[in-house]
């Protein structure tokens, strides 16, 4: 008897297999000839060679369909092994601006003008700096093109940093490790990741290094190849940070840096490495530069009243 082994890389079994592997007893009724046993994340297959072909083929289609959506049933089951070719079972929904699909089959896309033009410009370029308020949504734009990314194999890892500037001197003072003391201020950028991968797969990435999330002084003396970069908060960097920071990029990189020039944390006196970096590098061939504003944010209705009401007494100073 032949035999067919199918390893499911990068992907959730219980998630694959469905509920009391609903997923594996349908396979089952559609192949009744062949063996199918599911264990681990190893599916294994015994019968005619010429079934296991068929088999082998039509598992690739689920796994592709996986690794897209982040989801199977028994709809999208039933399309693949009815289908005549591997295009035929993609569904007629138009996800237009969809950057990508997310936990439970999300649909995450851009929502507005201007984070369209946040994708356009991470596409055309390898450095970007995303500007604008709270709730533009920024980083969850950059980190959805990250995962994008990274799920297309354009680069081997994702890296996230931020400044942990609230925390300064006083990070010896919290409870925890090095990691616990850290974790708060990345809190945002596992917020994005938890709406964009499966939480088991996620483990494994961060556990893997797949996803690193560490704050901007981990970055000082690393080459960043293969990877794409979101350094978060960025209003909140020195000059010499700024500096540091652009200069990581390796080979095959894309660099994405937001911030909100308007909420800076840094001592009184301090000059901002962003609000410095959009002057020196305006010029620079290669890198783009998106302005949000706020008919870009995507939170609660009161956010953008919020926003405003703060910019009229700015504007009056």
Same mark, same amino acid.
């Given at each position: 008897m032949n035999e067919l082994i199918l390893e499911l890389e990068e992907i959730t079994p219980k998630e694959f297999f469905g509920a009391q592997n609903a997923n594996i007893k349908l396979l089952k009724t559609y192949f009744p000839k062949l063996k199918i046993v599911a264990r681990g994340n190893t599916i294994k297959a015994y019968?005619?060679?010429?079934?296991?072909?068929?088999?082998?083929?039509?598992?690739? #289609?689920? #796994?592709?369909?996986?690794?897209?959506?982040n989801k199977i049933d028994e709809n999208v089951i039933e399309r693949v092994?009815?289908?005549?070719?591997?295009?035929?079972?993609?569904? %007629?929904?138009?996800?237009?601006? !969809?950057?990508i699909h997310g936990v439970n089959g999300k649909i @995450?896309?851009?929502?507005?003008?201007?984070?369209?033009?946040?994708?356009?410009?991470?596409?055309?370029?390898?450095?970007?700096?995303? @500007?604008?308020?709270?709730?533009t949504g920024k980083t969850y734009t950059g980190v959805a093109l990250a995962v994008k990314a990274l799920k297309a194999k354009e680069v081997k890892r994702i890296i996230l940093t931020r400044p942990a500037v609230e925390a300064g001197e006083n990070l010896g003072f919290l409870p925890g490790d090095l990691k616990e003391k850290l974790d708060p201020y990345m809190q945002p950028l596992y917020d994005a990741l938890r709406d964009m991968i499966p939480a088991e797969r996620l483990a494994s990435f961060i556990e893997n290094g797949t996803i690193q999330i560490a704050p901007l002084a981990f970055m000082r003396g690393r080459?960043?190849?293969?990877?794409?970069? @979101?350094?978060?908060?960025?209003q909140n960097t020195t000059h010499a940070q700024m500096k540091m920071f652009l200069t990581r990029m390796g080979k095959n990189a894309k660099f994405l840096l937001?911030?909100?020039?308007?909420?800076?944390?840094?001592?009184?006196? %301090?000059?901002?490495?962003?609000?410095? !970096?959009?002057?020196v590098l305006k010029n620079v061939e290669g890198i783009g530069m998106v302005y949000l504003d706020d008919k870009d944010v995507i939170r609660h209705k009161l956010v953008k009243k919020v926003i405003a009401a703060y910019k009229s007494i700015e504007n009056r100073e």
């Open positions: 019968g005619d060679e010429d079934l296991l072909e068929e088999f082998d083929r039509r598992m690739n #289609m689920l #796994m592709v369909h996986f690794g897209k959506y092994l009815t289908s005549q070719s591997s295009d035929d079972y993609n569904t %007629s929904e138009k996800s237009g601006e !969809a950057i @995450i896309k851009a929502q507005t003008v201007n984070q369209r033009k946040l994708v356009e410009s991470m596409r055309k370029n390898d450095m970007v700096f995303a @500007i604008g308020p709270a709730g080459t960043l190849d293969n990877a794409f970069v @979101i350094l978060d908060e960025g937001t911030g909100d020039p308007g909420q800076v944390d840094l001592p009184r006196r %301090s000059i901002s490495g962003l609000k410095e !970096a959009l002057l």
